[in-house]
């Protein structure tokens, strides 16, 4: 089991019990960070530990809710351009992806 | 350019899409299969995308098996896929403009269409129900039957209905930890499932399977648990839970609390009936079918002649319900188009009606249970967010009902509940049982939220590309 130790944030976890694509690189605000070829950018978020993915109306805190493209809550910003749910939308080699962490 | 033609187009590739297809084509008709993920299987039975090397989560089903790959084979035929595409809106003489994942919009039109647009998941809001951490049951079962993703290696599970104890499972049999599980039914609840399931013991046995793993790892399960509030500093952190009476009163000093980063939760389905109500299909409010569904006849057909509704649009009960659905449609349409002999017709529908009788029994059951009881909305503090996307909360909600705002599109308009990027996928529901558990249903009835092309959020620059359509209001 590949635990993500980075003390600012919880723990994700990739199970061992899949045959997973090729390990790929994207970035997360400038970060460089591994993901797996057929991931979404949910899962690959989650798996790197990051909850928070945007700021509501009111800057309140939001991250993955629905999962299943319906709720819109985890909303990010790909490739310095458009916006798109982070869970529906599959990670690639050399992505840029914005959240809003902080 | 011409729109492109097909003699069926159906829209939602799960168990009522994918049943639908395995039907049609057999025959020399001209199918369209679109759905908006990036594969076919819809939500429960969707392909993992990766091929597990031990097996963590149960088989899908033999019979759908069958289907998805009938429609695999058939695809060289006379069946088209699309995914992942969205179908933006409905127009009159069964018109529809569809997103593609090329980003271009392009106008199709069908002889006959079959909406199988499936389900979402509800969750009963709460303090802190908006934290990064909180996440539906689904999505958390999407997270990792799919991508094989734990959101935390410790998990809190709440809420009602088989999946809280599928999931439950799976987690475990993914090496993961359900702490606790919260189920809002009673202890004989269960029990009770059982009477309504007879004749379905694959169910029956799964769900044994399921409660065995919980009770063999020692998760400790606690009902009529409901949780009340989440804390914790721009995440969750702690879960505080409270006792729920039959009568919907929360028991004074039942709160619990315990910690997590992790929960999921969910309080059942609503229908997902956007593109058939936008098209002018009758709906009803049945509470005890998953809120506002689609009026079919005993041939699937909705109030508009050669406009079908499959699956859970027409009810919550499950897969199986919305298989049987999909076949029934796809038979009404090879009878319409003379493809079928009326008395070969006759007999496969009476069969598939008599097994469609039963899952809308457990269905109901299920809708029952996992109910969210009218008195409890009170017990809901005026700072608890209802609407995410706009931020409006539960006060601002109460405030506008007692100034006389008594349907939810008065509401919308009011405070813009609803009018966010979700376009009140979420909210809507909720909104509804407000408003029933307040009594007030308006001077019109109970009164669905409208809804307008397109209907999910899409780039104007997408919408620009494609000049070759010309939509009139």
Redesign the interface.
């Known amino acids: ?1 590949e ?1 993500i130790k980075d003390s600012k944030r ?12 090729r390990k790929i690189v994207f970035f997360v605000n400038g970060r460089s960070t591994t993901a ?1 070829l ?3 950018i ?2 690959a978020l ?2 790197a530990g990051y ?3 945007r700021n ?3 800057q ?14 985890c ?1 990010v910003t790909v490739n310095n351009g ?1 916006t798109r749910r982070a ?2 939308t ?1 990670v690639e080699e050399g992505m840029e992806v914005e959240i809003d962490a902080s | 350019m011409l729109p492109e033609a097909y003699d069926v187009v159906i829209i939602g590739a799960g168990p009522s899409g994918m049943g639908a297809a395995g039907v049609l084509a057999e025959y020399p008709l001209k199918v369209l299969l679109i759905d908006e993920n990036n594969q076919v299987g819809g939500q429960i039975w969707r392909k993992p995308a990766y091929k597990p090397v031990r097996r963590f989560a149960s088989p899908r089903p033999p019979a759908l098996q069958m289907d998805l790959s009938t429609a695999a084979d058939t695809q060289k035929k006379n069946l088209d896929i699309i995914t992942p595409a969205c179908v933006l809106g409905v127009f009159p003489e069964k018109h529809l403009l569809v997103s593609t994942a090329d980003k271009s919009v392009k106008e199709i039109k069908a002889r006959r269409i079959i909406f199988a647009t499936g389900a979402r998941e509800k969750v009963r809001p709460f303090g802190g129900w908006t934290l990064p951490g909180v996440m539906t049951l689904g999505a958390a079962q999407i997270l990792l039957k799919y991508y094989g993703v734990l959101a935390s290696s410790k998990i809190l599970i709440a809420g009602a209905g088989p999946l809280v104890y599928l999931l439950s499972s799976q987690i475990i049999g993914a090496g993961g930890k359900v702490t606790t599980v919260l189920d809002r039914s009673s202890p004989t609840a269960m029990f009770n499932a059982m009477g309504v399931m007879a004749g379905q013991l694959p169910q029956i046995g799964q769900g044994l399977l399921a409660l065995g793993r919980l009770i063999k790892n020692r998760v400790s399960i606690r009902h009529r648990m409901q949780v009340v509030e989440v804390r914790g500093n721009g995440k969750c952190q702690e879960v505080i839970a409270a006792k729920i009476a039959p009568d919907g009163i929360m028991v004074p000093g039942s709160q619990k609390r315990y910690e997590t980063q992790m929960l999921a939760c969910g309080n059942g389905f609503v229908p997902n009936i956007e593109l058939p109500q936008l098209a002018g299909c009758d709906l009803t409010y049945a509470a005890d079918q998953g809120g506002w569904i689609v009026k079919v006849n005993r041939s699937m057909e909705t109030s508009l002649s050669g406009i079908f509704a499959a699956g859970e649009i027409t009810g919550i009960a499950g897969g199986d319900k919305a298989l049987i659905e999909g076949r029934l449609a796809a038979l009404t349409i090879l009878n319409q188009f003379g493809k079928l002999n009326v008395k070969k017709h006759r007999i496969r529908q009476t069969a598939l009606l008599t097994k469609r009788r039963r899952r809308q029994r457990f269905g109901a059951f299920l809708n029952r249970q996992w109910a969210i009881h009218p008195r409890e909305w009170a017990g809901i503090d005026d700072a608890t967010i209802i609407c995410r996307c706009e931020d409006i909360t539960m006060g601002t909600i109460r405030r506008w009902i007692q100034e006389g705002f008594t349907s939810a599109p008065d509401l919308k308009k009011a405070t813009r509940c609803g009018m966010g990027n979700c376009q009140g996928r979420t909210c809507a529901p909720l909104i509804y049982d407000i408003l029933a558990a307040y009594s007030v249903t308006g001077k019109r009835g109970p009164h669905p939220l409208s809804v307008r092309t397109p209907v999910k959020p899409i780039p104007l620059g997408d919408l620009a590309k494609n000049n070759s359509f010309v939509v009139s209001p």
Do not use: N, W
């Open positions: 089991m635990k919880a723990s994700g976890i990739r199970i061992d019990a899949l045959k997973r694509g797996h057929g991931e979404t949910h899962a989650i798996a909850r928070r993915f509501s109306k009111t309140q805190p939001r991250g993955v809710f629905c999962g299943m493209g319906v709720c819109y809550e909303l458009s869970c529906v599959l």
